[in-house]
């Protein structure tokens, strides 16, 4: 993953200066590029990752043995499409124009989020626009899952976020592996309709969600 991000600041694609040819196609086209990418995220295996630890993942075709990306997860089971990409746009819900952190994935009410990477649950909550809401450390890297189904509880002064009709209990602080499921697709917050928000940063910085699903998949930028 390292390489991948050395690589986008070699090219500046996280600072706006995109290539010339990149830059056209997502103006004209906004998720065409990646539409190929997720068609074969469906069947879910056990991997061993490079620490020796058996990983549950999507392996899609199109990801090969030598892709360091190859044990992450794509992150929402019955993905209908992309309703709204990362970069600047006209907010659905206020109408005025906004920056949009993340990337959004469609998929009906109740489908099944699974966790991007293996890493740490670092916070949760349920009272913002982005509703009921899990992030995951993952070394330098964090993901966040928004509008998902169920609230946050306190228990013996534990957070938890709790979806009991999907069988979900997320403890803050747990360790999750790629591939598990940690929420499903719902509609709290500020939301038009059912779909996954999904944010990523790196040392604190946005990343496009998009550059990563390229990578993950093989896709040539």
Same mark, same amino acid.
């Given at each position: ?17 995109l290539p010339k040819s990149l830059g056209k196609k997502r103006r004209r086209r906004p998720f ?24 549950? +993942?999507?392996?899609? &075709?199109?990801?090969?043995? $030598?892709?360091?990306? /190859?044990?992450?997860?794509?992150? =929402?089971?019955?993905?209908q499409q992309y309703t709204s990409g990362f970069g600047p746009r006209r907010a659905p819900t ?7 952190n993340g990337l959004d994935l469609a998929a009906p009410l109740g489908s099944y989020i699974r ?42 002064? +534990?957070?938890?976020? &709790?979806?009991?009709?999907? $069988?979900?209990?997320? /403890?803050?602080?747990?360790?999750? =592996? ?44």
């Amino acid at each position: 993953m390292n390489s991948f991000w050395g690589t986008c600041r070699q090219k500046h694609w996280l600072s706006g200066n995109l290539p010339k040819s990149l830059g056209k196609k997502r103006r004209r086209r906004p998720f065409i590029v990646l539409l190929a990418l997720v068609l074969a995220s469906s069947a879910l295996t056990i991997g061993l990752a490079p620490n020796n630890q058996a990983t549950a +993942q999507y392996a899609p &075709v199109a990801t090969s043995s $030598g892709n360091p990306w /190859q044990y992450a997860s794509f992150p =929402v089971e019955n993905f209908q499409q992309y309703t709204s990409g990362f970069g600047p746009r006209r907010a659905p819900t206020a109408g005025a124009s906004t920056f949009h952190n993340g990337l959004d994935l469609a998929a009906p009410l109740g489908s099944y989020i699974r966790n991007w990477w293996h890493g740490t649950v670092v916070e949760m909550s349920d009272h913002t626009g982005c509703g009921t809401m899990v992030r995951i450390q993952s070394g330098a890297w964090q993901h966040t899952y928004c509008h998902l189904m169920g609230r946050v509880e306190v228990h013996q002064g +534990q957070r938890y976020l &709790v979806d009991r009709q999907g $069988g979900i209990v997320l /403890q803050q602080g747990q360790q999750v =592996v790629a591939g598990m499921r940690i929420g499903r697709v719902g509609m709290t917050g500020r939301t038009t309709g059912p779909h996954l928000h999904w944010e990523l940063r790196h040392n604190g910085v946005l990343v496009d969600p998009a550059l990563v699903l390229q990578a993950m998949y093989g896709g040539a930028i």
